[in-house]
């Protein structure tokens, strides 16, 4: 499945963002959906991932009640709206798939390609 990601930008600290991840095919829906992100001289990170329908979703503690992942199955599309952003924030955001519930990255096997979050105090 290939993946493509959008939605990044120049925001300033307290402001909103929404991210999409569109998957190309169809069987989107038999895919846990991730996303990671990576600061400059950083190792990637777990952000959060949601299970194939949408029922479960997991989210690392840096992120927990400020950031929501969903997905639209009948559109092929996972979400991550993002809110009260913070400097820290600033990253590289990549969507991953999953064939299991998983926030190790390294048990991901498609990625997209990243969008640019940047956060400016």
């Known amino acids: 499945v290939q993946l493509q990601a959008s939605g990044g930008g120049l925001v300033q600290a307290g402001d909103s963002l929404r991210l999409s991840c569109a998957a190309s095919?169809?069987?989107?829906?038999?895919?846990?959906m991730g996303w990671f992100r990576q600061a400059p001289g950083k190792e990637r990170e777990f952000v959060a991932c949601?299970?194939?329908?949408?029922?479960?979703?997991y989210y690392a503690d840096s992120v927990k009640g400020r950031f929501t992942i969903s997905r639209d199955n009948a559109k092929n599309t996972a979400y991550l709206q993002m809110s009260s952003l913070k400097p820290g924030d600033t990253a590289g955001y990549y969507c991953a798939a999953s064939n299991r519930v998983t926030i190790l990255d390294h048990e991901y096997d498609y990625w997209g390609q990243g969008t640019q979050v940047t956060v400016s105090s």
């Open positions: 095919r169809r069987t989107f829906s038999r895919y846990v």
């Open positions: 949601i299970s194939w329908s949408g029922g479960s979703t």
